[in-house]
Every structure is written in structure tokens, then in C-alpha cells.
């Protein structure tokens, strides 16, 4: 069982956290997001019970330690911290075969910023 943890900014806020609510909240009356949200919450908890040791249809590495989730056709970029814990960066709608080269350079960015901040804690 690994640990699931939510990538924040610096004023506190988690792009990723605020998608799942908005998803969530949508979810009661739009059956697309209720479809998105169940997906992604699906492979969040599959992430949180296997680790990477799931199918490339669900996790795939990208570069360096990044990874992502695949749930339909959004995409949730994630980083190995320690500990077993995984941080779940951000979302992106995948619109294109390979992964953005921008998706991945602002998912090391967020990475590097939270390990900055968990060393000077």
C-alpha cells in the first residue's frame, strides 16, 4: 500500500485536487464527468494499491521519475517521492499521441518545487 499525496503550490493550492472536486460536483448532473471522475478516482486508488507495477494502459513512465496515470483521455503526471509515497502533480485532456514535451517539462518544474519546499521544511 503506497501513500497518495497532492502536489500544492506555494500559496496552498492543488490544481489537480481543485479538477477532482470540480468533476465531482459536475458528476450529479453531467454523465461524461461522472464517467472522468470514477475513472480517475479508479486509477488514483489503483496507483495508491499497486504502486507502478500496473499495466502500461493504466501507468506509463515518461522521463526521468515522471510518470502518468492514463484514465480515458486525461492524463495525471505523478512523481516517486519517498517513503512510498507518490506525489500526483497535475491533469491535462491528452489530445495528441505522445505526451507533451511542455506537460512533462512543467510537471519536473512542480516536482522540483515541492522537493525544494519539503527540504526546507
Known amino acids: 500500500m503506497y501513500n497518495i499525496e497532492f502536489y500544492?503550490?506555494?500559496?496552498?493550492?492543488s490544481e489537480l485536487w481543485?479538477?477532482?472536486?470540480?468533476?465531482?460536483?459536475k458528476a450529479a448532473t453531467n454523465?461524461?464527468?461522472r464517467i472522468q471522475?470514477?475513472?480517475?478516482?479508479?486509477?488514483?486508488?489503483?496507483?495508491?494499491?499497486?504502486?507502478?507495477?500496473l499495466n502500461e494502459n493504466i501507468t506509463k513512465h515518461l522521463d526521468d521519475d515522471i510518470w502518468e496515470l492514463r484514465?480515458?483521455?486525461n492524463r495525471v503526471?505523478?512523481?516517486?517521492?519517498?517513503?512510498d509515497t507518490f506525489v500526483l502533480l497535475h491533469q491535462f485532456r491528452k489530445k495528441t499521441q505522445?505526451?507533451?514535451?511542455?506537460?512533462i517539462e512543467r510537471?519536473?518544474?512542480?516536482?522540483d518545487d515541492y522537493l525544494a519546499r519539503k527540504e526546507a521544511e
Not at 481543485?18 to 460536483?25: A, D, G, I, K, Q
Not at 486509477?43 to 507502478?52: F, M, W
Not at 505523478?78 to 517513503?83: D, M
Not at 505522445?98 to 506537460?103: A, G, L
Open 8 to 13: 500544492e503550490d506555494s500559496n496552498g493550492r
Open 18 to 25: 481543485e479538477f477532482l472536486e470540480s468533476l465531482r460536483v
Open 31 to 33: 454523465k461524461d464527468a
Open 37 to 53: 471522475y470514477k475513472q480517475i478516482s479508479l486509477y488514483i486508488q489503483l496507483l495508491e494499491d499497486n504502486g507502478t507495477r
Open 71 to 73: 484514465p480515458g483521455n
Open 77 to 83: 503526471l505523478y512523481f516517486y517521492f519517498k517513503n
Open 98 to 103: 505522445k505526451t507533451p514535451k511542455r506537460e
Open 107 to 111: 510537471a519536473k518544474a512542480e516536482r
